[in-house]
């Protein structure tokens, strides 16, 4: 709806898409698992996608999560051109200075626009894509030995002068990236402010962090205008996640000395949602509904299939703060799903533990990102909500050392609690995702946020001397440093994801090919006939801070169960649909 809103102001406009577009819902799931997608056939995403006319797209990291028979066959039926630049094949050359390109690297575009005069003029759009080089961590076990990846911001400095040198005079980077403040690595995953100061980029359509610019949250950012829309000069923008919103740059071109470049522009983001006044600003398209009835019909029957019945609520309204039945039930799974797969191996008879994060907990994606299933009846919709990446499931042999150390990296979630300073301070640091707070299932342990801590969001060691994990113990006593223990993961943290210290794929002993979720399905499964009960056992919990309040915010709809945690209150209802919490003293 937004988009043909914007078509009709503009006669001269492109669309493009950035990626993060197979993969993220039950829809894609039974695309690419339940009835996959044969070679021929086109994917419900172009369906809706190729009358809509894109120009071109980018493909994002969760493109590559089924592999990449699944992306080069579903790609196929995309009636517009895909870009990457930076993923090169692995065959031998992918290190030279002529590696061999994966994708299609850029497309320069033939169109005819009606100038001002209404006078038709041709020109010539060069448009390249990005996407992180993590993805070879991410997905290590669908792209190891068949693709590699190169920095962005490098493929950019080569791709763009033979852009322009090939007749692009106007050159838009699709960059499956983030924005961040500070020095960008030259593998950074988020390197838009590097690819900013490419010479030669026009336009730069970028998204990947799931945050919007340009929105005040990027006040503070180098070489940023708000107002226009730019980084650096470049206009940008980054409209949300999952079609919140939608990007729109707008271009004045003139060409006073022979060669059409950029005299003006603007940019900024158009929502499909009033969040203040909590009241949808679009109508549905009908379009949709009607292109892919029959796909959507299928993930319905799909995700309304039961697996499995609960005795308790399953919720994640407290899991930054508490321990939580929405990462307990997902740890259960994974230690029955290792355990069966460790009998008959040298490491049968050490202790499984099991590490899992919260993946639903509101802040920037709303105040209704959250996991709520009622006890009762568990189907495929609701192992959907309670893990929602197509992650496969790893297990690590690590000391009890290590897993000390992998805790502190996971107790970096939380500020510093001063226990002399006001009687209330915020407890949860919002720049540290969620999906890297791991709990480890197996041992007890308190956290002690008095403490600095011990590492940075980015992994390095800000804090030598400080600990916030205490009394870490296993069986009821104080770990062994040097015990062994096998840890089930997931293939995102197993391969490097998070950086957390010591975790690296060289300790990878299970690198299992069955996703995370389906273990949880199996786990529910073998349930079939008896109540599962998903509450929390409670082995870790925020160490007391003396007399200080640490609070935090989460849903207003979490207020209805603490009459379950005695250690938690409402502080203040914000009426947007968020409350304040508090940890009693």
Do not use: C
């Amino acid at each position: 709806t937004l988009i043909k809103a914007a078509r009709s102001e503009a006669p001269n406009s492109l669309l493009f898409d950035n990626g993060d577009l197979l993969q993220g819902n039950p829809l894609g799931d039974v695309m690419a698992k339940i009835k996959p997608l044969k070679a021929g056939q086109t994917h419900p995403a172009y369906k809706v996608m190729n009358p809509l006319q894109y120009d071109a797209a980018n493909l994002g990291n969760h493109e590559f999560n089924f592999g990449l028979d699944f992306l080069r066959r579903a790609i196929s039926g995309a009636q517009f051109p895909y870009v990457s630049a930076n993923v090169v094949l692995a065959d031998g050359k992918q290190n030279s200075a002529n590696p061999t390109p994966a994708f299609t690297p850029y497309v320069i575009l033939d169109r005819s626009f009606v100038d001002a005069k209404g006078a038709k003029q041709a020109l010539k759009i060069g448009v390249i894509g990005f996407v992180p080089p993590q993805i070879m961590q991410w997905d290590k076990a669908n792209l190891e030995g068949k693709v590699a990846t190169r920095s962005m911001v490098e493929m950019a400095e080569r791709y763009v002068p033979e852009m322009i040198g090939k007749g692009a005079q106007l050159v838009v980077a699709i960059a499956h990236s983030g924005f961040e403040k500070g020095e960008v690595g030259q593998l950074g995953e988020n390197a838009v402010s590097k690819l900013a100061e490419v010479i030669g980029i026009d336009a730069i359509l970028f998204g990947h962090a799931h945050a919007e610019f340009p929105s005040k949250a990027f006040a503070s950012h180098p070489k940023v205008d708000l107002e226009r829309g730019t980084i650096n000069g470049v206009p940008s923008v980054m409209p949300g996640r999952w079609g919140d919103h939608l990007g729109v740059i707008d271009l004045t071109l003139d060409k006073p000395a022979g060669r059409w470049q950029v005299v003006d522009s603007r940019a900024h983001i158009r929502p499909i949602f009033d969040r203040a006044a909590k009241k949808s600003l679009v109508d549905a398209d009908p379009m949709v509904e009607r292109l892919i009835a029959t796909e959507h019909a299928q993930t319905l029957d799909y995700v309304r299939s039961q697996v499995a019945e609960s005795s308790a609520p399953i919720y994640s309204y407290f899991s930054l703060v508490t321990d939580d039945p929405s990462v307990q039930i997902v740890s259960n799974a994974q230690t029955a799903y290792v355990k069966r797969a460790m009998q008959g191996t040298d490491y049968e008879k050490l202790p499984i533990l099991s590490a899992a994060a919260p993946f639903k907990t509101g802040g920037r994606q709303g105040w209704s990102y959250f996991t709520d299933i009622p006890a009762g009846p568990l189907a495929i919709k609701h192992v959907a909500d309670l893990y929602i990446y197509p992650n496969t499931l790893k297990a690590m042999l690590m000391t009890g050392a290590e897993v000390r150390e992998w805790l502190e990296m996971s107790a970096g979630q939380f500020h510093q609690i001063d226990p002399k300073g006001p009687a209330q301070q915020a407890l949860v640091n919002d720049a540290f995702p969620s999906y890297n707070f791991d709990v480890i299932d197996g041992v007890t342990y308190e956290i002690d946020v008095t403490q600095p801590a011990r590492y940075a969001i980015n992994g390095q060691l800000a804090n030598p001397n400080a600990q916030r994990i205490r009394n870490l113990s296993f069986g009821g006593k104080p770990i062994d440093p040097q015990a062994r223990f096998i840890v089930a993961t997931n293939n995102y943290r197993a391969y490097g994801g998070g950086n957390f210290p010591g975790v690296t794929g060289a300790k990878v002993v299970l690198d299992a090919p069955d996703e995370n979720r389906q273990a949880l399905v199996d786990y529910l499964s073998q349930s079939a006939g008896s109540k599962i009960n998903p509450s929390a056992d409670g082995n870790w919990r925020i160490a007391p801070t003396g007399t200080v309040e640490a609070t935090f915010l989460s849903s207003s709809n979490a207020a209805r169960f603490l009459a379950q945690h005695p250690g938690i209150r409402l502080v203040k209802d914000n009426g947007d649909g968020s409350a304040v919490y508090g940890l009693k003293p």
